[in-house]
């Protein structure tokens, strides 16, 4: 399987500040389509998870463009230019590369 | 309105069944992969497998084949997860995902992510 692996595992922030997300993967994600299968999701507290960003740099519908998504192969990142309060919760990289998909531990993003 | 919706909390003694289900509503239910992923408290999300409801073509990741089954019932626009003898270690919040991909759900075709997202489901283990 592929690891995925995400630092810092925690992130304090003050608003109005940007934060940065750092997602390394153990094999490149990077296809032969010249994609990077690489999604960013937030799970806000008692929610489920959303997706933010896939294939490493495209916004999902509806997600502020605060949010932007930069990379390829192995190493990502997930960069909020402002950060609101509303932002709380944690990020996950998920690779989509490969089955089973496979997620990074988590940053937890507080105020 | 687009959504994914679960059933509710489940708890159930060590070697029973469980079977939950996931219905989908407001877009067309069989073009659309639907995956299962596992949250322990604390944790992060796991994988567990998808199935495409047009055809129930399904793949599973293997930390988790043989141990559940996913299946779907298009006539309902549901599509369940399903043990024959649950542990304790299957204590977790399960959530229903539709994945936006196309072709095997495969690189190479076209790829949306996991767009949409059940409530999520408890299942609770506990002699």
């Known amino acids: 399987d592929i690891v995925m692996t995400q630092s810092p595992l925690s992130l304090p922030v003050t608003p109005g500040e940007p934060a940065s997300i750092s997602c390394r993967s153990s094999?490149?994600?990077?296809?032969?389509?010249?994609?990077?299968?690489l999604d960013w999701y937030l799970q806000k507290p008692g929610q489920s998870p959303r997706l933010l960003i896939y294939?490493?740099?495209t916004r999902a519908s509806g997600v502020p463009d605060r949010f932007s998504g930069s990379g390829s192969g192995t190493d990502f990142t997930l960069k909020i230019s402002r950060v609101e309060a509303d932002d709380v919760g944690v990020y996950y990289c998920?690779?989509?590369?490969?089955?089973?998909?496979?997620f990074g531990q988590g940053t937890k993003l507080d105020i | 309105e687009v959504q994914l919706v679960q059933s509710g909390p489940e708890v159930r003694k060590p070697g029973e069944s469980l079977k939950i289900s996931c219905e989908g509503s407001?877009?067309?239910?069989?073009?659309?992969?639907i995956g299962w992923v596992r949250q322990k408290p604390g944790k992060g999300p796991e994988w567990m497998g998808i199935?495409?409801?047009?055809?129930?073509?399904?793949q599973y990741n293997p930390a988790f084949e043989g141990q559940v089954t996913i299946s779907v019932d298009r006539s309902v626009t549901t599509t369940f997860l399903e043990w024959t003898s649950v542990r304790a270690a299957d204590s977790a919040t399960y959530y229903c995902?539709?994945?936006?991909?196309?072709?095997?759900?495969?690189?190479?075709?076209?790829?949306?992510?996991?767009?949409?997202w059940g409530q999520g489901t408890t299942v609770i283990v506990s002699s």
């Open positions: 094999q490149s994600l990077l296809h032969t389509d010249g994609k990077n299968y």
């Open positions: 199935i495409y409801p047009r055809d129930s073509d399904t």
């Open positions: 998920m690779q989509a590369l490969q089955t089973p998909r496979t």
């Open positions: 294939l490493g740099s």
């Open positions: 407001g877009y067309t239910f069989g073009s659309h992969w």
């Open positions: 995902t539709r994945h936006r991909c196309g072709g095997s759900c495969r690189p190479g075709k076209y790829y949306y992510g996991m767009d949409l």
